[in-house]
């Protein structure tokens, strides 16, 4: 325990290297472009994010690359596998918390859905003591089929179950020190990724004019209404959202309109975009579903999990389908925002944006309540799958994260690196270190609610120039990602006004630019394993 404390402690203070290290990334010689093509940076000529919900490193991760194997499909690490900061014997047997950890079988997948609020997080956390999550996150019990245990939010997969995970890690590389940008749910982890800023959120009504949001948006301006997004708000500019209740619009520029600006191809593929149907006005419904393993019914689309919605620039707001394949990643009509299946059919005609968000149907996205491991094993690995049996693989970076933890216990403290201090009530938000205390210093922006960084995540990068069989210990974040695109294609701008962006960690030491190692590597949808 005292070992995770000082490591993380050493990483802090070696941010400025980490930095460094992305410049000098940038500085890599790019591969050859196509004429009238944006040239890359590096020989990265495209990043797919695959962003999924609802997982803590320890939580796919802390018994790393030690498996139990007494359920089938055992794992085997590979020789000279590096550990991770996990679960020590210690943890495991002796954890401060009010429940030991447990691991969860495949058996298990479909587990309740765990309190990820922006405040339960911080007092799980109890000053950095770790041992407050069962009292704050664990939710014990929920309708069958889902899984349900005292204190359940202690619970941990291995190999056994997020077997592609593993393999992949083994393969390519991975972080065991990359944390969400902020505390909360989906939606603040949603606007970092393409951000780095939560603050600018203005709760509206029906017809767009402001109104008070019923705990979705903190520290309010009382005359706008506009303040730091900390929870889950369905974005206003989406006409698939709830609008009997209060919606978010953002302000200020994303990455989304950086690279339209730069001539970049991007795009968002999000699952269930596609309206089942439409009413008067043109006005889409999204209702297509899927039956997870447990046989229930999930609506494929949310709303909170496009943070491109939130924006006006960048909005599909009657989610009008591309013209045809030439507009992919180029605007149209649809706007950048798409179905996932066009992905899939753009890569089949032999295209690919330069820069590709990929978010599952909820069904196989990982969130815990209404998805689980073994259905985003489906998605994962017929996506990578896909990427690399294509021609971009030679020049394309895969990264696979989280949008928050779920609540989901993780032992190691997360550096506060941009404090908070919302007093705005008796209770306030914050309660990292007190009432209304999260972290020390002045805020990145002046910006209050958005404490950060918030609780470990999973990052698993996959690439030709991936390090192989690599455990990252280098500081980073969700905005890391953002940092790569800006760094790759943008001359290294950033997003400006207080984005936390501009304190990202460098992705570089996960790359060997010099020289690609790592083999495209096809595994089985269903085991996990390399596929025969």
Same mark, same amino acid.
């Given at each position: 325990?005292?070992?995770?404390?000082?490591?993380?402690?050493?990483?802090?203070?070696?941010?400025?290297?980490?930095?460094?290290?992305?410049?000098?990334?940038?500085?890599?010689?790019?591969?050859?472009?196509?004429?009238?093509?944006?040239?890359?940076?590096?020989?990265?000529?495209?990043?797919?994010?695959?962003?999924?919900?609802?997982?803590?490193?320890?939580?796919?991760? &802390?018994?790393? $690359?030690?498996?139990?194997?007494?359920?089938?499909?055992?794992?085997?690490?590979?020789? /000279?596998?590096? %550990? =991770? @900061?996990?679960?020590?014997?210690?943890?495991?047997?002796?954890?401060?918390?009010?429940?030991?950890?447990?691991?969860?079988?495949?058996?298990?997948?479909?587990?309740?859905?765990?309190?990820?609020?922006?405040?339960?997080?911080?007092?799980?956390?109890?000053?950095?003591?770790?041992?407050?999550?069962?009292?704050?996150?664990?939710?014990?019990?929920?309708?069958?089929?889902?899984?349900?245990?005292?204190?359940?939010?202690?619970?941990?997969?291995?190999?056994?179950?997020?077997?592609?995970?593993?393999?992949?890690?083994?393969?390519?590389?991975?972080?065991?020190?990359?944390?969400?940008? &902020?505390?909360? $749910?989906?939606?603040?982890?949603?606007?970092?990724?393409?951000?780095?800023?939560?603050? /600018?959120?203005? %709760? =509206? @009504?029906?017809?767009?004019?402001?109104?008070?949001?019923?705990?979705?948006?903190?520290?309010?301006?009382?005359?706008?209404?506009?303040?730091?997004?900390?929870?889950?708000?369905?974005?206003?500019?989406?006409?698939?959202?709830?609008?009997?209740?209060?919606?978010?619009?953002?302000?200020?520029?994303?990455?989304?309109?950086?690279?339209?600006?730069?001539?970049?191809?991007?795009?968002?593929?999000?699952?269930?975009?596609?309206?089942?149907?439409?009413?008067?006005?043109?006005?889409?419904?999204?209702?297509?579903?899927?039956?997870?393993?447990?046989?229930?019914?999930?609506?494929?689309?949310?709303?909170?999990?496009?943070?491109?919605?939130?924006?006006?620039?960048?909005?599909?707001?009657?989610?009008?389908?591309?013209?045809?394949?030439?507009?992919?990643?180029?605007?149209?009509?649809?706007?950048?925002?798409?179905?996932?299946?066009?992905?899939?059919?753009?890569?089949?005609?032999?295209?690919?944006?330069?820069?590709?968000?990929?978010?599952?149907?909820?069904?196989?996205?990982?969130?815990?309540?209404?998805?689980?491991?073994?259905?985003?094993?489906?998605?994962?690995?017929?996506?990578?799958?896909?990427?690399?049996?294509?021609?971009?693989?030679?020049?394309?970076?895969?990264?696979?994260?989280?949008?928050?933890?779920?609540?989901?216990?993780?032992?190691?403290?997360?550096?506060?690196?941009?404090?908070?201090?919302?007093?705005?009530?008796?209770?306030?938000?914050?309660?990292?270190?007190?009432?209304?205390?999260?972290?020390?210093?002045?805020?990145?922006?002046?910006?209050?609610?958005?404490?950060?960084?918030?609780?470990?995540?999973?990052?698993?990068?996959?690439?030709?120039?991936?390090?192989?069989?690599?455990?990252?210990?280098?500081?980073?974040?969700?905005?890391?990602?953002?940092?790569?695109?800006?760094?790759?294609?943008?001359?290294?701008?950033?997003?400006?006004?207080?984005?936390?962006?501009?304190?990202?960690?460098?992705?570089?030491?996960?790359?060997?630019?010099?020289?690609?190692?790592?083999?495209?590597?096809?595994?089985?949808?269903?085991?996990?394993?390399?596929?025969?």
């Amino acid at each position: 325990m005292h070992w995770s404390i000082r490591r993380t402690m050493a990483v802090v203070a070696a941010g400025g290297l980490c930095l460094a290290g992305t410049a000098a990334a940038s500085a890599a010689p790019a591969a050859h472009q196509a004429p009238g093509s944006v040239v890359s940076a590096t020989p990265i000529k495209h990043v797919v994010v695959i962003f999924d919900e609802n997982v803590s490193f320890d939580h796919y991760f &802390g018994t790393y $690359p030690n498996a139990a194997n007494t359920d089938g499909n055992p794992f085997r690490a590979l020789r /000279g596998t590096p %550990s =991770v @900061n996990g679960l020590t014997p210690a943890l495991l047997n002796h954890n401060p918390n009010q429940v030991q950890p447990m691991r969860l079988s495949f058996s298990q997948a479909l587990t309740c859905d765990q309190n990820h609020d922006y405040t339960p997080e911080q007092l799980a956390m109890d000053g950095g003591l770790m041992d407050a999550f069962v009292q704050n996150t664990s939710v014990d019990a929920c309708s069958p089929p889902n899984v349900g245990a005292p204190g359940l939010t202690m619970g941990y997969y291995d190999g056994n179950t997020v077997t592609a995970l593993w393999k992949y890690a083994q393969h390519f590389a991975m972080s065991d020190n990359f944390y969400g940008t &902020g505390f909360g $749910p989906s939606t603040p982890g949603a606007l970092n990724l393409i951000s780095g800023q939560t603050f /600018g959120g203005t %709760s =509206v @009504n029906a017809n767009g004019s402001p109104v008070a949001d019923p705990g979705e948006v903190g520290t309010q301006n009382p005359t706008t209404f506009t303040g730091t997004v900390y929870g889950d708000p369905d974005p206003y500019y989406d006409n698939c959202a709830d609008h009997s209740v209060p919606t978010v619009k953002m302000s200020g520029p994303n990455i989304g309109t950086m690279l339209s600006a730069a001539g970049v191809t991007w795009g968002w593929f999000q699952g269930g975009f596609a309206p089942s149907h439409r009413i008067h006005g043109g006005i889409p419904v999204c209702g297509k579903a899927h039956n997870n393993i447990g046989g229930v019914s999930v609506t494929d689309y949310s709303p909170h999990h496009d943070p491109f919605e939130y924006y006006a620039a960048t909005a599909n707001p009657n989610h009008v389908p591309p013209a045809n394949l030439r507009e992919i990643g180029k605007g149209g009509q649809a706007n950048h925002n798409y179905d996932l299946s066009w992905f899939f059919k753009d890569l089949a005609a032999g295209h690919m944006p330069s820069v590709s968000f990929l978010k599952a149907a909820k069904y196989q996205d990982g969130h815990a309540g209404y998805s689980d491991p073994v259905d985003e094993q489906h998605f994962l690995v017929k996506t990578v799958n896909a990427i690399m049996k294509s021609n971009f693989w030679n020049n394309t970076a895969i990264m696979i994260t989280y949008d928050d933890s779920d609540g989901w216990y993780d032992h190691v403290m997360p550096p506060i690196v941009n404090p908070s201090a919302d007093a705005s009530t008796p209770t306030s938000l914050d309660q990292l270190n007190g009432n209304g205390v999260c972290g020390h210093g002045t805020p990145q922006g002046g910006f209050q609610d958005r404490c950060g960084y918030g609780p470990r995540l999973p990052f698993v990068l996959i690439s030709p120039f991936a390090r192989t069989n690599y455990v990252s210990g280098s500081l980073t974040d969700q905005t890391s990602v953002l940092a790569f695109i800006e760094n790759n294609w943008l001359h290294g701008a950033r997003i400006g006004n207080g984005s936390m962006d501009a304190l990202a960690g460098s992705l570089g030491d996960m790359f060997t630019f010099h020289h690609p190692v790592a083999k495209p590597l096809i595994l089985n949808a269903n085991t996990g394993e390399a596929a025969r």
